[in-house]
C-alpha cells in the first residue's frame, strides 16, 4: 500500500527531559544567573525521577556551562551567567568532531573580520585608532622575536578593531572563530619556510586595514578583510571548499 514512510523513532532518555525543561526555563528568563536549582531530592520529586536521573541532567548541565553543581553542597545548582567560554567550548567541539569543517570556519571568520572592520570604520575613536597603530607597531617589533610574540600582537589588532565595532557577540565570535581556526592550522603556520616573509606581508595587509578604518570607509576595510582571510587560509582549505570563501569575494 502505498502511504507515508516514517523513520524509526529513538527512546529519549529521562535526563535528556529534565535538561530541555531547565535549559528552557534558562532561556525564558525564569531562572536567572545566580539563582538556585531546587535541590536533588525536589527535582527528583518534581519530575518523577531518580536520584541517578537527576544526577545525570546535573552533569550535562554543568557540562553546557549552565550550572555549576558542588559535591555535597546542600543548596541546589547554580545557574551561571553566559559566558563566552561556554561559546568556544561548543564550537571547539563542534570543530574537532568535524561537523564544521575548516572552510565553514574560515567562511564565517570572513564574515564576522568583514563586519567588524565595517562597523569600525564608521564607529571607532581616536583612543581605538591609536590601539590599532600600537598593535601593528608591536608586530612590526616582533618579526624579529618570535612568531607567537608577532600573533599575540596580531590577536590584539584584531580585537581592538572587534572592540570599535560596538558589538560584544561581534567581539566573542571574532575570539572564538579565530583561536579555533589558529588551532587547527598552527603547526602548518609554524612550519612555513617562509613564516618571516607571511608576517611582513600579514603587516601591511593591516595597515591597508587601519588606513581604510581611518578613513571612514567601511566598504573598503570589509573588502579587504574578506580578500585578506581568503588570501591567508585557502591554501589550507580543500580546493573543493574553495568556492564557499570566493563567493564572499567582490
Known amino acids: 500500500m502505498g502511504g507515508p514512510r516514517f523513520e524509526p523513532v529513538q527512546a529519549v532518555r529521562a535526563y535528556e527531559r529534565v535538561v530541555e525543561q531547565v535549559e528552557e526555563a534558562i532561556e525564558r528568563g525564569v531562572l536567572t544567573p ?56 561548543s564550537m571547539s567541539t563542534l570543530a574537532r568532531v568535524s561537523e564544521l569543517s575548516l572552510a ?33 607597531a608591536r608586530m612590526r617589533e616582533a618579526v624579529e622575536e618570535s612568531y607567537e610574540s608577532f600573533s599575540a600582537a596580531d590577536v590584539a589588532f584584531h580585537d581592538a578593531v572587534a572592540r570599535a565595532s560596538g558589538n560584544k557577540l561581534i567581539q566573542i565570535c571574532t575570539d572564538v572563530v579565530r583561536s579555533i581556526v589558529l588551532d587547527l592550522v598552527s603547526e602548518k603556520i609554524a612550519g612555513a619556510s617562509d613564516r618571516k616573509a607571511l608576517m611582513l606581508e600579514s603587516i601591511g595587509h593591516h595597515e591597508e586595514v587601519l588606513a581604510a578604518v581611518r578613513a571612514g570607509d567601511g566598504p573598503l576595510a570589509a573588502r579587504l578583510a574578506r580578500r585578506t ?18 563567493a564572499l569575494l567582490e
Open 34 to 89: 545566580g539563582q538556585r536549582l531546587p535541590s536533588e531530592r525536589d527535582l527528583m520529586v518534581q519530575f518523577s525521577v531518580s536520584r541517578s536521573t537527576v544526577r545525570e541532567a546535573l552533569r550535562v548541565l554543568q557540562a553546557r556551562g549552565l550550572v555549576r553543581s558542588r559535591p555535597g553542597d546542600p543548596n541546589g545548582a547554580e545557574v551561571l551567567a553566559f559566558s563566552p567560554a561556554t561559546l568556544h567550548k
Open 104 to 136: 565553514e570556519l574560515v567562511q564565517f571568520r570572513m564574515v564576522l573580520d568583514a563586519s567588524a572592520n565595517l562597523l569600525a570604520a564608521r564607529l571607532r575613536t581616536e583612543e581605538q585608532l591609536a590601539e590599532m597603530d600600537a598593535a601593528i
Open 229 to 246: 582571510m581568503y588570501d591567508y587560509y585557502a591554501v589550507y582549505v580543500p580546493e573543493g571548499e574553495r568556492p564557499a570563501l570566493l
